[in-house]
């Protein structure tokens, strides 16, 4: 069993892209945009456009949101390795080893949807009143529905239908919650784990046909592969990505290890990089 001391960074699956410069070239324009709002608030106030300042701010609100969430995800993506694993239980009530979704990544969507619902939600209530309009009780009702639409993502929230996710390891198996999904699998029908290319690090985790289980909880949040395995994608984690591949692809392998998933050992061996 080959060791790695915590302070060294665990090695970045070659499958997995490097480059980030594009993303810091679009985050950079959406940060421009967002203090272009800001000042366009500010140099309008108190004038003849007083009225638009709400729709500035909320612009400037909106780019700002999509930057932050953009730079966990897409930037940032050698997060602290294991802040955040501990200890959980499943669905059962069986102990495990837990490695969190980002929380940033998790509010940073149901607050986006929350001001876009405020911005339709307010452009329905100006042009209601607006004596320009020429058939405003059409167009409050058309933004209105736009701005009820964004409200069901929240709506899904509160009724827990989407959480923050997370990766479960047991001595049984692993459960993968995504935002709106569920995926059970036993290490029994584990086929292979691999890094593989995409849209940022994912790991995929095979399964034999018939051996995992699906449950799909939300609408607008995601759903699970249609090819049987597990799909997790490293740029919402809020650990390591390179952690999650090296803990599934290890306790995949050795099954006389597992059984010191759920306990404070595989949380020290997660900090450790020991894989």
Same mark, same amino acid.
């Given at each position: 069993?080959?060791?790695?001391?915590?302070?060294?960074? +665990?090695? =970045?699956?070659?499958?997995?892209?490097?480059?980030?410069?594009? =993303?810091?070239?679009?985050?950079?324009?959406?940060?421009?945009?967002?203090? %272009?709002?800001?000042?366009?608030?500010?140099?309008?106030?108190?004038?003849? #456009?007083?009225? $638009?300042?709400?729709?500035?701010? +909320?612009?400037?609100?909106?780019?700002?949101?999509?930057?932050?969430?953009?730079?966990?995800?897409?930037?940032?993506?050698?997060?602290?390795?294991?802040?955040?694993?501990?200890?959980?239980?499943?669905?059962?009530?069986? !102990?495990?080893?837990?490695? !969190?979704?980002?929380?940033?990544?998790?509010?940073?969507? %149901?607050?986006?949807?929350?001001?876009?619902?405020?911005?339709?939600?307010? $452009?329905?209530?100006?042009?209601?009143?607006?004596?320009?309009?020429? $058939? !405003?009780?059409?167009?409050?009702?058309?933004?209105?529905?736009?701005? +009820?639409?964004?409200?069901?993502?929240?709506?899904? %929230?509160?009724?827990?239908?989407?959480?923050?996710?997370?990766?479960?390891?047991?001595?049984?198996?692993?459960? *993968?919650?995504?935002?709106?999904?569920?995926?059970?699998?036993?290490?029994?029908?584990?086929?292979?784990?691999?890094?593989?290319?995409?849209?940022?690090?994912?790991?995929?985790?095979?399964?034999?046909?018939? /051996?995992?289980? *699906?449950?799909?909880?939300?609408?607008?949040?995601?759903? !699970?592969? /249609?090819?049987?395995?597990?799909?997790?994608?490293?740029?919402?984690?809020?650990?390591?990505?390179?952690?999650?591949? /090296?803990?599934?692809? #290890?306790?995949?392998?050795?099954?006389?290890?597992?059984?010191?998933?759920?306990?404070?050992?595989?949380?020290?061996?997660?900090?450790?990089?020991? #894989?």
């Amino acid at each position: 069993m080959s060791s790695t001391r915590s302070s060294e960074p +665990l090695p =970045w699956p070659l499958e997995w892209p490097t480059g980030r410069a594009r =993303w810091y070239l679009s985050l950079g324009w959406l940060t421009l945009l967002a203090l %272009v709002s800001f000042a366009c608030a500010a140099v309008v106030r108190g004038g003849r #456009f007083d009225p $638009a300042v709400k729709y500035f701010l +909320l612009f400037g609100l909106v780019f700002a949101v999509v930057v932050l969430v953009g730079y966990d995800s897409r930037v940032r993506t050698r997060r602290g390795r294991a802040r955040g694993v501990r200890t959980a239980t499943d669905l059962t009530g069986r !102990p495990g080893t837990l490695l !969190p979704y980002s929380w940033l990544g998790f509010a940073g969507p %149901v607050l986006l949807t929350v001001l876009m619902a405020l911005l339709f939600g307010l $452009a329905a209530y100006d042009l209601g009143r607006s004596p320009e309009v020429v $058939a !405003p009780t059409a167009a409050a009702a058309v933004f209105g529905l736009a701005g +009820l639409f964004f409200l069901i993502y929240p709506a899904q %929230v509160l009724a827990r239908r989407i959480v923050r996710g997370w990766l479960l390891l047991t001595p049984e198996g692993i459960e *993968h919650r995504g935002w709106g999904f569920r995926s059970r699998l036993g290490w029994d029908g584990v086929r292979l784990v691999t890094p593989v290319a995409g849209d940022g690090p994912r790991v995929w985790v095979g399964a034999y046909d018939n /051996r995992i289980e *699906h449950q799909r909880l939300a609408w607008l949040s995601g759903r !699970p592969p /249609r090819e049987p395995g597990l799909l997790v994608e490293g740029r919402v984690l809020g650990v390591d990505p390179v952690l999650a591949y /090296r803990m599934l692809d #290890f306790y995949a392998a050795r099954p006389g290890l597992r059984a010191e998933l759920g306990t404070p050992a595989a949380v020290r061996r997660a900090q450790a990089g020991d #894989f």
